[in-house]
């Protein structure tokens, strides 16, 4: 069996979700504006790290690029959602001017644009990366994926959630800990090489948190007007110990994809984001709420 890593994540997230998606062939009811942000900044900054005039970018030209993508990207999005009003016009005042109505496609390209121009203010100095493939066998199953950066031994994945990743979370993140089992175990590809590499050593993986490019409108207690707010890289490497224990958990996972156990998540809240609810039919009564709202 072969999975990528996106299959083990839909998994973990609801089997039933999976087994609509995978096996019975169920698309994404639509395009949110989360998944075109995290989308349009990967590509914008792989666009700065291997474009072949990548030096040369201005501010100018990195905004260019991320309208580009964010068009392309946005094509089969929800427009109603892109259409939502994230900040409502107010006239002027004495003290400010008018601020325009902003919809939630406009904010996410603002921010987009923020991320992308920050990023490659800082980062264009350093070593230069790229996108790579891996792929690692665990017991006769194989498991694949993307990394977003290599500058190896650092390795890097981009994040644009609305929080900061605990560290909890990160310590239990299944893509962390197989591209870190890739490069100690199995084989990576950088960007456009036909061959692979056996590197035999654990990578320094971070997590790069995007939102932490913006900066402070003004002064407070702990910070001050202009200031980052936070370190974009966060660490996350993994011992060898954690990558071997890790192994179990994820036959788990794949066992359960064997055995057929496609139960719906424990977490209904989930339902309301999820992109194969529509589908999601299983242990519903038709119409039962209905009913009952109509009886009181």
């Not at 893509?175 to 061959?195: D, M, Q, R």
Request: glycine share 4%.
């Amino acid at each position: 069996m072969r999975l990528s890593v996106k299959d083990l994540q839909l998994y973990q997230k609801c089997p039933r979700a999976y087994r609509l998606h995978k096996l019975e062939g169920v698309e994404a009811q639509r395009v949110t504006v989360s998944w075109c942000k995290s989308t349009t900044a990967r590509e914008v900054i792989k666009e700065l790290c291997c474009g072949a005039v990548a030096l040369s970018h201005t501010q100018v030209e990195i905004e260019k690029i991320c309208e580009a993508i964010w068009r392309s990207v946005c094509a089969k999005a929800d427009q109603e959602e892109l259409n939502e009003v994230a900040l409502q016009a107010k006239p002027a005042t004495k003290t400010r001017g008018e601020i325009a109505l902003v919809t939630k496609g406009e904010k996410a390209l603002e921010q987009i644009k923020t991320w992308c121009v920050a990023y490659w203010q800082m980062e264009r100095d350093k070593t230069k990366g790229s996108p790579a493939l891996y792929e690692t066998e665990i017991l006769g199953y194989e498991f694949c994926g993307t990394i977003d950066l290599v500058r190896f031994p650092q390795i890097y994945f981009f994040k644009t959630s609305s929080q900061v990743p605990s560290l909890t979370y990160l310590a239990r993140d299944f893509e962390i800990s197989l591209v870190s089992h890739a490069f100690l175990f199995g084989k990576v590809w950088n960007a456009g090489e036909t061959e692979y590499t056996n590197y035999s050593i654990i990578p320094h993986a971070n997590i790069y948190y995007l939102p932490n490019l913006e900066t402070y409108k003004r002064n407070t207690k702990t910070s001050k007007a202009g200031d980052l707010k936070g370190n974009p890289a966060i660490p996350c490497t993994r011992s060898k110990q954690t990558l071997l224990d890790f192994e179990y958990e994820v036959l788990d996972v794949v066992r359960g994809i064997e055995k057929g156990h496609f139960h719906m998540a424990a977490a209904p809240l989930n339902c309301s984001i999820c992109q194969y609810a529509y589908a999601c039919t299983s242990g519903v009564e038709p119409n039962i709420l209905q009913e009952i709202e109509m009886e009181d």
